[in-house]
């Protein structure tokens, strides 16, 4: 008989709601049963495309003996870390300082009045690999709840102080000035790795936001080094096997140090994250295969992770006929069967062989700089590149038969916040009039769907029902996603909903006593702790987020309040930014942002009029760090002060590229506004290196 989480909306939730344990959702139901029977909580924390949360599951929940055991000492709650990050957040702190590491599943017990006492991740089901059989942790948890309770408040406690400390008022950390961003730059490049790019070795995850940033500084101070870092670093990631060489779209991480093997799960948030940087890469090099990579990536997310109604699917699964990665491996066999007498030059160019690469399969990955792979072949790139395009086409359609992995349905509102963005950009870099619809469909989707009257945000959207009241993270992630469909369309709706949505961020999720922002809004149900994480992990931190929204509306609007608001947590910040640069990648764009001041541009004019598109162009094919963009006829520029005072020039549409208040002569033409556009993006000259 199914359990409670079969009426959860949530895939991962409903993937257990079959498993013999008497499983709850989290809520008030299970905590009050907790305290009336004075039973330990045992809470298990995971998302549906998590590889070992399916393992885990598969030799533990569906286990009739270690559910016994569980229903008879525990009361199970079982949590989709999507849906509730601010659960995840409070929780992992505490696996993290109790066992000094996280991940997922986690595996939390808790007391009746939800602190925690003991911790882990994944448990196997006997003793192994140095890790107890979750049955021997059962009992001796239980045990212990019951026989030295002492022990365990003394934990708990233990646990308050730390909760206490993480949530108290901060101070200025330090001067956040050029020398931040310069200690955060060679944190990085010490980290960085030469021989196969990204940082450090094994896994290896692909930081986006770090290289972001790395972008960033390498424009606004000339640094051939710091662009090697993000161009090598892209190049490795898209030739190996991390992404995915027949359908686009990158996956999660790789288990090994140079991009070889994924894990193969796909993550809507590292997609856009990755396509972000891939466009912004592509303005700073026009590097024809960085385009390609961004540009598959893009077109395998409309593809296979958009809703009829515009919104972006959560995830795909690592696993499919139970095996993890089956979907996305090809023996040399059936490359041969399937391309015939093109199979040589393919399995050249992507290291296919009989024996394989991965559990005697090949993961496909370029082997070799293309022109060298040419030669060898004795043909030009150009016949290479075609051929490579054709058998990709011919492969994508023979997968498309096997049996897909699972798909993550949730809608979540600071994903597609993030994937939105992502999609602006390129639709204006790139002139692909197909990513502007996709984008349009989006937006209009979150506004109808998950904006509230007064600017709330809601979490998440599945299989028709929309719940759980958003998070910092969704509000200023959607917020900045529809900053990015007004500069991609010049629409004012689309301003004033982002400014909606950032009032409501003031109101609900700013503090004045501690003069930052909480993860949860003030009205949110009361966890032990408010979480307030200010770190850039797998996505951007609701704090950055924030801080980013609020630096381009006080450019784009004049609001000091805003700018007010964002310096003051930067200010914070500085220290740890440039100490553990890693760990800020958002945050230290943001920071450029306030350091070295936005570059303001205002296109004043007819969207529909060419002259004003060919000028918009020209703006989007450029890498301009912290652009803040504003267009429009004079008519619509009330109230946007970068566009207020400035008029259209001898009747023609006009750009006016501003810097600190000062703006350069105005441009009516392409090939004037160019010049302006590339000196605007370097470090102003009144800043000193330190």
């Known amino acids: 008989m199914p359990n409670r989480l079969a009426t959860e909306t949530s895939p991962y939730l409903r993937q257990h709601a079959d498993n013999p344990v008497d499983w709850y959702p989290w809520g008030p139901e299970a905590l009050e049963r907790a305290r009336r029977e004075d039973r330990p909580i045992l809470l298990s924390i995971g998302y549906a495309a998590c590889h070992w ?43 993290q300082s109790m066992t000094g590491r996280g991940g997922w599943p986690m595996t939390v017990f808790l007391t009746p009045t939800g602190e925690p006492f003991h911790a882990g991740t994944y448990f196997p089901p006997t003793d192994r690999h140095g890790l107890p059989a979750f049955s021997r942790i059962l009992r001796s948890v239980a045990d212990a709840y019951h026989t030295k309770r002492d022990r365990v408040s003394q934990t708990a406690a233990a646990m308050r102080d730390i909760y206490a400390a993480a949530t108290a008022a901060m101070s200025a950390s330090g001067t956040l000035d050029a020398s931040t961003l310069d200690r955060a730059y060679r944190g990085l490049a010490e980290r960085f790795d030469a021989a196969s790019g990204g940082f450090e070795g094994a896994p290896k995850f692909p930081q986006a936001m770090s290289l972001d940033f790395l972008l960033r500084y390498a424009k606004r101070n000339a640094s051939p080094e710091a662009l090697a870092m993000v161009e090598q670093s892209f190049r490795h990631m898209a030739r190996g096997g991390i992404y995915d060489q027949v359908g686009g779209g990158f996956h999660r991480y790789a288990v090994d140090a140079v991009w070889l093997v994924p894990h193969f799960e ?201 719940k759980i009241a958003g998070y910092l993270e969704d509000h200023a992630a959607v917020a900045l996603g529809f900053l990015g469909t007004y500069e991609l369309t010049a629409d004012r709706q689309w301003l004033d909903l982002a400014h909606e949505i950032a009032r409501a961020i003031e109101r609900w999720f700013w503090d004045d006593a501690s003069a930052t922002v909480f993860d949860t809004a003030r009205d949110a149900d009361p966890l032990i702790t408010r979480p307030r994480d200010v770190t850039d992990n797998a996505v951007p931190s609701g704090t950055s987020l924030t801080v980013d929204l609020f630096l381009h509306l006080a450019e784009l609007l004049d609001d000091a309040g805003l700018r007010r608001r964002a310096t003051s947590v930067l200010e914070v910040l500085a220290e740890p930014m440039a100490r553990h640069p890693s760990a800020f990648g958002h945050a230290l764009g943001a920071a450029d942002m306030a350091v070295n001041g936005a570059v303001a541009v205002a296109l004043v004019g007819a969207p529909a009029d060419a002259r004003y598109r060919a000028l918009d162009a020209t703006v989007a094919a450029h890498y301009v760090p912290s652009l803040v963009l504003a267009g429009g006829p004079p008519a619509t520029a009330s109230g946007i002060a970068l566009l207020e005072g400035r008029p259209e020039i001898g009747g023609a549409p006009t750009a006016y590229v501003c810097r600190q208040f000062v703006c350069d002569a105005p441009q009516t033409t392409a090939a004037q506004l160019a010049p302006q556009l590339e000196r605007a993006a370097h470090r102003p000259s009144g800043l000193a290196r330190v």
């Open 53 to 95: 949360c399916h393992v885990m599951a598969h030799e533990s929940f569906e286990d009739p003996e270690t559910a016994r055991l569980m229903n008879e000492h525990f009361v199970n709650i079982k949590v989709d870390r999507e849906e509730r990050p601010d659960v995840d957040s409070v929780y992992m702190q505490a696996v």
């Open 266 to 466: 796909k993550m809507l948030y590292d997609n856009a994250l990755l396509a972000q940087l891939g466009v912004h890469l592509w303005q700073t090099t026009k590097d024809a295969d960085v385009r390609r990579v961004t540009e598959e990536t893009i077109d395998w997310v409309a593809r296979e992770m958009t809703a009829p109604e515009g919104g972006f699917f959560a995830s795909l699964d690592a696993d499919s006929e139970g095996e993890e990665g089956k979907f996305y491996v090809w023996s040399e066999a059936e490359i041969d069967a399937a391309l015939g007498p093109e199979s040589a030059i393919f399995k050249t160019y992507y290291g296919v062989t009989p024996a394989g690469n991965f559990e005697g399969a090949n993961i496909l990955h370029v082997a070799d700089d293309p022109p060298l792979l040419a030669r060898r072949a004795g043909i030009s790139e150009a016949v290479l590149a075609a051929a490579r395009g054709r058998a990709r086409g011919i492969l994508l359609a023979i997968r498309a038969r096997r049996v897909r992995p699972a798909r993550d349905e949730k809608i979540l509102a600071a994903w597609n916040g993030l994937m939105l963005r992502a999609l602006t950009t390129a639709a204006r870099a790139f002139g692909r009039a197909d990513y502007t619809a996709l984008a349009l469909a989006n937006a209009e989707f979150l506004r109808r769907t998950l904006v509230r009257p007064g600017g709330r945000v809601m979490r998440t959207h599945t299989d028709g029902v929309t």
